[in-house]
């Protein structure tokens, strides 16, 4: 069971985030709770019955008072995930840090309010160092030490792991992929559009490919990558000559 807790002054927001999740959830047959809040004096109240595992808000409403509540649920609740929508007056302080993981929602669609709500929720069952992606007719859970690398394959991305029981594809771009990894501040890294690899797993590497210590060998689509590589994992790895 999740609890989803939504703070928007704004009635036919807070309507339209409550119909719709409320679809979203159920055509994935998760069990959840979704309590609806127009302030943050409504929270305060509500939380001290429920604590929210998901919480959807405006980040200025109130005049910011309703992101400060978002840090006190955090600090009662260091598993919340946070969910707004991007707004372009929106000058983030260096504390939203402390609200990882954040999702930002690029525009007010369906399309994308489903997409970040099952990212948040997925990011709930992070448990255990364990990566959790959604393969019909349920969820899976591969752990990150495991996972060599993530490879686009178009809409759905491919897990391959050490261990190879946990490989599969599942529906999901590998954009999404990494900015949850990124949120959880885990060692992966891009190295080309349609590569995300797990930098524990990196041997070597050179200008145009990365050899891991698998065996396998992986391109390097461009010199910003080559740079980040460089950055990251230069005082760590020994450059290859293969390529």
């Not at 997409?115 to 160092?129: F, G, H, R, S, V």
């Not at 990894?181 to 190295?191: D, G, H, P, Q, T």
Request: with cysteine; net charge positive.
């Amino acid at each position: 069971m999740v609890n989803i807790a939504l703070c928007f002054e704004n009635d036919l927001e807070l309507s339209f985030m409550d119909m719709e999740l409320g679809r979203c959830f159920d055509r994935r047959g998760i069990d959840y709770n979704i309590y609806c809040y127009h302030n943050t004096a409504e929270l305060r109240r509500g939380i001290r019955r429920r604590l929210p595992d998901l919480f959807f808000y405006d980040i200025m409403g109130e005049y910011g008072l309703v992101r400060m509540a978002a840090l006190s649920l955090k600090e009662i609740n260091p598993r919340l995930v946070s969910v707004i929508f991007y707004n372009r007056d929106y000058i983030q302080p260096p504390n939203d840090a402390l609200l990882e993981p954040l999702f930002i929602i690029p525009s007010r669609s369906t399309k994308q309010l489903w997409t970040y709500a099952l990212l948040a929720y997925e990011a709930t069952l992070d448990k255990e160092n364990m990566f959790s992606y959604y393969k019909r007719p349920a969820y899976f859970h591969a752990p990150y030490d495991s996972i060599k690398y993530f490879v686009s394959e178009g809409r759905r991305t491919r897990i391959v792991c050490a261990n190879e029981r946990h490989n599969n594809s599942f529906y999901q771009k590998l954009n999404d992929v990494e900015t949850f990894v990124s949120s959880e501040r885990r060692a992966f890294l891009r190295i080309h559009q349609s590569y995300l690899i797990n930098t524990k797993y990196v041997a070597a590497y050179n200008r145009s490919h990365v050899m891991l210590t698998t065996g396998e060998c992986l391109p390097i689509s461009k010199y910003e990558y080559y740079k980040e590589i460089c950055e990251r994992i230069a005082g760590k790895k020994v450059r290859c000559k293969h390529g």
